[in-house]
């Protein structure tokens, strides 16, 4: 048997982002994390103590994952590419929530295609 390492728990990162969006956080258990990834809950407790572990885990991940995306965004490539930064504080349209500048920067922001993406807001 070929052993990938890393494997399970990326696709337990991954299989908590889908429960927690779809049941939320507190409605989450480890046994829906584990169906959602088709790993065993042995595979769970190798990798993260505890639920929480594993959104600290998940925390650390999502932050590695986006400062390489920012870093090397078309953006960091204009003559003042921090005019961009406001831009996750604008309103967006359809929002009611408070905390839409949140909302946006976090649903739209890095989404593949979306007209929200900080491409769109230097021109890009």
Known sequence: MVRTPGLSRNK??????????R???AATTVDDICAEAGVTKGSF???FKTKEDL????V????TWTAEIFRSAPYQQLDDPARVLGYGGLPHRNSRRRDRGLHL????AGARGSRHAPRCACGL
């Open 60 to 63: 650390e991940h999502w932050n």
């Open 105 to 108: 920067f976090a649903g739209h």
């Open 45 to 47: 407790f190798h990798h």
């Open 12 to 21: 337990l990162l991954s299989a908590a982002i889908d429960v927690f969006r």
């Open 55 to 58: 959104t600290l885990q998940l």
């Open 23 to 25: 049941k939320g956080y």
